[in-house]
C-alpha cells in the first residue's frame, strides 16, 4: 500500500496519539530506576494510556504480550515486559504506542539505569542523534532513501552495528504501514516524500557487530555478539519546512 496523504484532521489525531505515547514516556522516565522490573513499566504504560482515552496498538498486536517492548542491554527490539528486575548501569529502550479516533502514534526512547557505562553513554547519545540526523532527512521532495542515508552516514563513520531487516515504518490508520524504511540506503532512491505522510524513524545501532538473532521466545530481537544496543524512535509529520515530530520529548517534565 502506498504512504497516504493525511489531512488536517488525520494529523490533529496523530498529534494527539503521539501526546499519549510522549506521556507515557516522561512517566517511564520518571519510574526507572534499579530494583524496578521491566513488568513495573508495563503496567505504568497501561494504566497512562487508559487514564488518557487511548488503547494500545502493541498489546496483542500479532500476539505480542505486552503494552510496550522493553529491551534491556543487548536486546535490540521486542523484549517482552515481565519480571526481569532492572540493575544500575544496565540500558533500557522502551518502545511505546498508542491510538486515538484510529490513528497512531510509536516512539521508543532508551533509557539509562542509575549511572552508565561511558560506552553505554556514547551509545545513547549517538543513538539519537542519528534519529535527528534521519529526521532532519524527512523532508518533501527528498526521495525516501534520503532518510536512512542520513542515519548511516552518522552511524557508519563512528562504528557502531547499524541493525538491518527492523527499521522504520509508515504509520497512520495503522501502526506499520508501508513502506519500509531502513536505517540504510542511497540518498537517491525510494518515492519522493510528500507534505501531509507520516513516518516512523527508528534507528538501532549496537556497540558490536550489527548481526541480530531472535530468542526463543519468538519475539525479543538481540544482538548475535550481545554487545549493547540502542533504540530511538519518533513519528513525524512531512511538511514543506522542518518535518514536525508528533511524539515530542515533553522535556522539562521529565527531571
Ligand atoms: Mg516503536
Ligand atoms: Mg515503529
Same mark, same amino acid.
Given at each position: 500500500?502506498a504512504?497516504t496523504?493525511?489531512?488536517?484532521?488525520?494529523?490533529?489525531?496523530?498529534?494527539?496519539?503521539?501526546h499519549? $505515547?510522549s506521556?507515557?514516556?516522561?512517566r517511564?522516565?520518571?519510574?526507572?530506576?534499579?530494583? $524496578?522490573t521491566?513488568?513495573? *513499566?508495563?503496567a &505504568?504504560?497501561?494504566?497512562?494510556i487508559?487514564?488518557?482515552?487511548?488503547?494500545s496498538?502493541?498489546y496483542?498486536?500479532?500476539?505480542?504480550?505486552?503494552y510496550?517492548?522493553a529491551?534491556?542491554?543487548?536486546?535490540i527490539?521486542?523484549?517482552?515486559?515481565?519480571?526481569?528486575v532492572?540493575?544500575?548501569?544496565?540500558?533500557i529502550?522502551?518502545? +511505546?504506542?498508542a491510538?486515538v !479516533? =484510529?490513528?497512531? =502514534?510509536?516512539?521508543?526512547w532508551?533509557y539509562p539505569?542509575?549511572?552508565i557505562?561511558?560506552?553505554?553513554?556514547?551509545?545513547?547519545?549517538d543513538?539519537?542523534?542519528a534519529l535527528?540526523?534521519g +529526521?532532519a532527512a524527512?523532508?518533501?521532495g527528498?526521495?525516501?532513501?534520503?532518510? =536512512?542515508?542520513a542515519v548511516e552516514?552518522?552511524?557508519?563513520?563512528?562504528?557502531?552495528?547499524?541493525?538491518?531487516?527492523?527499521?522504520?515504518h509508515?504509520?497512520?490508520?495503522q501502526?506499520?504501514?508501508?513502506?519500509?524504511?531502513p536505517n540504510v540506503?542511497d540518498?537517491?532512491?525510494?518515492i +519522493?516524500?510528500?507534505?501531509?505522510m507520516? $513516518?516512523?524513524i527508528?534507528?538501532?545501532?549496537?556497540?558490536?557487530?550489527?548481526?541480530?538473532r531472535v *530468542?526463543g521466545d519468538?519475539?525479543?530481537v538481540?544482538?548475535? !555478539?550481545?554487545?549493547?544496543?540502542a533504540?530511538?524512535?519518533?513519528?513525524? &509529520?512531512?511538511?514543506?519546512?522542518?518535518p514536525?515530530i508528533?511524539?515530542?520529548?515533553? $522535556?522539562?517534565?521529565?527531571?
Amino acid at each position: 500500500m502506498a504512504i497516504t496523504i493525511k489531512n488536517e484532521k488525520e494529523i490533529e489525531k496523530m498529534r494527539r496519539a503521539g501526546h499519549v $505515547v510522549s506521556e507515557c514516556h516522561v512517566r517511564v522516565a520518571r519510574a526507572i530506576s534499579p530494583g $524496578v522490573t521491566t513488568g513495573d *513499566l508495563n503496567a &505504568l504504560v497501561r494504566d497512562t494510556i487508559k487514564e488518557l482515552g487511548a488503547t494500545s496498538n502493541f498489546y496483542g498486536h500479532q500476539g505480542f504480550p505486552g503494552y510496550i517492548c522493553a529491551s534491556v542491554n543487548d536486546q535490540i527490539v521486542h523484549g517482552i515486559p515481565g519480571k526481569r528486575v532492572l540493575h544500575e548501569g544496565d540500558i533500557i529502550a522502551v518502545d +511505546i504506542g498508542a491510538i486515538v !479516533d =484510529g490513528f497512531h =502514534g510509536d516512539s521508543a526512547w532508551t533509557y539509562p539505569v542509575g549511572e552508565i557505562s561511558a560506552d553505554a553513554e556514547r551509545l545513547l547519545r549517538d543513538t539519537e542523534a542519528a534519529l535527528y540526523e534521519g +529526521i532532519a532527512a524527512a523532508r518533501a521532495g527528498n526521495h525516501l532513501g534520503a532518510i =536512512g542515508h542520513a542515519v548511516e552516514a552518522y552511524a557508519a563513520p563512528r562504528g557502531y552495528g547499524i541493525v538491518k531487516g527492523y527499521g522504520g515504518h509508515g504509520i497512520g490508520r495503522q501502526m506499520w504501514e508501508e513502506p519500509h524504511i531502513p536505517n540504510v540506503g542511497d540518498a537517491d532512491r525510494g518515492i +519522493i516524500l510528500r507534505k501531509g505522510m507520516t $513516518v516512523a524513524i527508528e534507528p538501532m545501532l549496537n556497540l558490536g557487530d550489527e548481526a541480530t538473532r531472535v *530468542l526463543g521466545d519468538q519475539w525479543t530481537v538481540v544482538t548475535a !555478539d550481545r554487545s549493547w544496543s540502542a533504540h530511538f524512535e519518533h513519528t513525524v &509529520l512531512i511538511t514543506n519546512g522542518d518535518p514536525e515530530i508528533l511524539t515530542p520529548r515533553l $522535556v522539562g517534565v521529565v527531571q
